[in-house]
């Protein structure tokens, strides 16, 4: 079962991953990028990133906690 759960979390980890690379082109460089491209857009998309990834890792680590807190407490 060790096996299973250690491959679950690999493809978790792989779909999740893809989520994020699909959710920043959506949101940051289709957003800044589809009028033509000039330097002065290169901080924009800069600080959406960092603010995309930033609230990315907030709903991450909360989400990491509440499966382990179920995980604990039986729930799953």
Excluded: H
Aim: glycine share 2%; with cysteine.
């Amino acid at each position: 079962t060790d096996k299973v759960k250690s491959q679950i979390s690999q493809e978790l980890a792989v779909a999740n991953a893809r989520e994020l690379v699909i959710k920043v082109n959506e949101n940051c460089f289709e957003k800044f990028l589809n009028s033509p491209y000039t330097d002065r857009n290169e901080p924009c998309v800069d600080q959406c990133l960092i603010k995309y990834m930033r609230s990315w890792n907030i709903v991450s680590k909360a989400y990491i906690s509440r499966i382990q807190q179920a995980s604990t407490s039986g729930e799953i």
